[in-house]
């Protein structure tokens, strides 16, 4: 049975880039790549390449871009450049994180809400804090259970299209098992989104559900299905297909990425996404 040190490197979350506290077509990448940073470690642990670091606090930095038409004749392009900052007292994790956003043509950030021009427009995005409780099992690490609770506070400007003006809310469940070298996973979830006359938003649930597995020693790599309820009275629901990457570096440092693909006009045409991680 593993010790208490590596169980707590077993279970860390360094969540990839919220992006749906920004970005709803985005929603996808950060349960994804948690379980790429879960399935890794664990990996690493059963063959020793890495020891079980300590420290509490993580800091990641990533730069994401999509594109498409989202139901608009003309494409819109967004990049999202996000910092987050984690703090893992077990059996919690809380993060916050603060984006900056660059959105260029009809569509807003939530993708099936047109904007005021068509323009790019530039500034701080929306920023989100979570905090996630672990039911893992202390005496296994073949499966876990983790619940989360989000808010996104309305601090981007709506009136250019890099926020809606509102604050929303979010409740998850996520849960992963080890069925040798693969992870199958799943999250389900229900969110709460603000509405206004500009942004008429819906609340609804969201599901996730993918499998991952080492690739070679301190690289693990998967693929995941996720599907939205629809924001927009109207509207598509949002379904997109993710592939996903993570490679440790050592006891600190980690390097994840993932690229994207949606199917109906709720989701981005395409969208790639990397960031890079420092444990201190």
Not at 162 to 175: C, I, N, Q, R, V
């Given at each position: 049975m593993p010790n208490g040190r590596d169980r707590g490197?077993?279970?860390?979350?360094?969540?990839?880039?919220?992006?749906?506290?920004?970005?709803?077509h985005m929603k996808a990448a950060a349960p994804i790549l948690v379980v790429a940073a879960l399935v890794l470690a664990t990996h690493a642990r059963s063959q020793g390449t890495v020891q079980n670091p300590v420290e509490p606090w993580?800091?990641?930095v990533g730069l994401n871009y999509v594109t498409g038409d989202f139901g608009f004749e003309q494409d819109t392009d967004v990049w999202l450049q996000m910092t987050t900052i984690h703090f893992e007292p077990d059996p919690l994790h809380l993060q916050l994180s603060v984006p900056f956003v660059s959105i260029s043509g009809p569509a807003s950030v939530i993708g099936t809400v047109g904007r005021p021009s068509t323009g790019r427009e530039r500034g701080l995005?929306?920023?989100?804090?979570?905090?996630?409780?672990?039911?893992?099992?202390?005496?296994?690490?073949?499966?876990?259970?983790?619940?989360?609770?989000?808010?996104?506070?309305?601090?981007?400007?709506?009136?250019?299209?890099?926020?809606?003006?509102?604050?929303?809310?979010?409740?998850?469940?996520?849960?992963?098992?080890?069925?040798?070298?693969?992870?199958?996973f799943a999250t389900v979830g229900y969110r709460f989104l603000g509405s206004s006359a500009a942004y008429p938003l819906e609340d609804g649930f969201f599901t996730t559900a993918g499998v991952a597995a080492p690739i070679r020693e301190r690289t693990v790599g998967g693929l995941a299905l996720s599907w939205r309820e629809q924001i927009v009275n109207g509207a598509d629901d949002a379904t997109e297909a993710m592939v996903f990457v993570s490679h440790r570096l050592d006891d600190r440092w980690k390097v994840q990425g993932f690229a994207l693909s949606g199917f109906t006009d709720a989701s981005p045409d395409f969208g790639v996404g990397g960031l890079l991680g420092y444990r201190f």
């Open positions: 490197f077993v279970r860390e979350a360094p969540i990839f880039l919220h992006a749906s506290s920004q970005i709803a993580s800091l990641d995005g929306d920023v989100s804090f979570a905090a996630t409780y672990k039911f893992t099992n202390p005496s296994s690490d073949i499966s876990n259970l983790d619940f989360t609770a989000r808010v996104k506070l309305p601090t981007a400007d709506e009136d250019d299209g890099l926020g809606t003006g509102e604050t929303d809310s979010s409740f998850e469940f996520s849960y992963r098992w080890m069925l040798g070298r693969f992870t199958p």
